[in-house]
């Protein structure tokens, strides 16, 4: 009988835990800052917003009806593992989002209070797309997704030489620009209007996504200078999990051979390994700096395609090493 694994279980249990709270924020955002001034983001979340803007049609049956479509063409190309806990997070965000909507105070006609007051639409816009971009890097940070055009993405990429970046672009486009389509919201300048906020959601909401991202993903290359190396590394490998390269060195001005720490780590394991440094040698030389981007082990995958084999001549067969020579 298989043994189970509770790191496993707890590592699921708090991916879950983790995605909900994200979806709560996400809810937040957009209930409390983006519905009330009517103001159109992209994915499934703007299509629903545009047809409830439009139509009155409830938002979370849109979102739901939507991602139900996208989800059976997902399972034919993806299969069931990348669409596990796309599935919870679209169900428990269309219930967060029902829940929020019940909650947010509303004016005698029945529609909900500008929290900001009236003419506060950008301030609205900044602060709702703050929440939301937050709330996805939180999901996204935790294995999670949000569905919606997601799918979309992963399956023109599976097919065709387009980034998933280009993809969403391209649909979030289309989606913002569909408000200029539809009479009820307004006159040509309203529409235009609509559209511009649009795009100002789309360029935020992506630049907190990638703040958060990049800050959560920062790593850090230490070198460090000691007498008494080998009781600094067996604590940081102890202590951090993180394996330690010791390097030859020899010093110019004394002229004497010694051992370098290499070690690379996350930015928020810094003061960690900066206290057991200090703790078994005060005196060690340490030099800290930032790392564009670390793969492997314990870090990043690496995320490039590359050729099933490679032609006799060692080149790439589907003409990589002409792209691979260009970029250098």
């Keep these: 009988m298989p043994t189970i694994d509770h790191r496993i279980i707890l590592n699921e249990t708090k991916d879950y835990i983790f995605i909900t709270l994200g979806l709560c924020l996400y ?184 703040y958060v991202m990049n800050t959560r993903r920062e790593s850090v290359q230490f070198m460090i200078f000691s007498k008494m190396y080998q009781e600094i590394a067996n604590a940081i490998a102890i202590h951090t999990d993180h394996g330690v390269t010791i390097l030859d060195g020899h010093g110019w001005y004394t002229g004497k051979e010694m051992k370098v720490l290499c070690v690379l780590a996350k930015k928020n394991e810094s003061q960690m390994i900066f206290r057991l440094i200090k703790m078994i040698d005060p005196n060690a030389f340490v030099s800290q700096s930032s790392v564009i981007g670390v793969y492997g082990e314990g870090f990043d995958t690496i995320k490039v395609k590359t050729p099933k084999e490679l032609s006799p001549k060692g080149k790439l067969k589907d003409g990589g090493n002409a792209r691979l020579n260009n970029q250098q």
């Design 27 to 210: 809810a937040f955002g957009l209930v409390v800052f983006l519905m009330p001034y009517e103001i159109v983001t992209g994915g499934v979340t703007g299509m629903s917003l545009v047809v409830y803007y439009a139509t009155g049609f409830k938002f979370e049956n849109s979102y739901l009806i939507i991602n139900a479509l996208l989800l059976a063409l997902a399972l034919k190309i993806l299969g069931w593992r990348f669409l596990l806990k796309s599935i919870y997070a679209i169900i428990a965000l269309s219930f967060i989002i029902k829940f929020g909507q019940w909650l947010m105070p509303k004016d005698p006609n029945g529609d909900f209070i500008k929290i900001l007051g009236e003419g506060q639409d950008f301030m609205s816009l900044i602060i709702g797309c703050t929440f939301t971009g937050m709330s996805l890097a939180i999901v996204f940070l935790n294995n999670g997704s949000t569905g919606g055009t997601d799918i979309i993405a992963a399956a023109v990429n599976k097919f065709y030489n387009l980034s998933l970046g280009q993809v969403l672009i391209i649909v979030d486009l289309f989606i913002i620009g569909s408000c200029f389509f539809f009479p009820q919201f307004g006159d040509y300048f309203a529409r235009s209007h609509k559209v511009v906020f649009g795009l100002c959601t789309m360029i935020i909401e992506n630049f907190v996504l990638d």
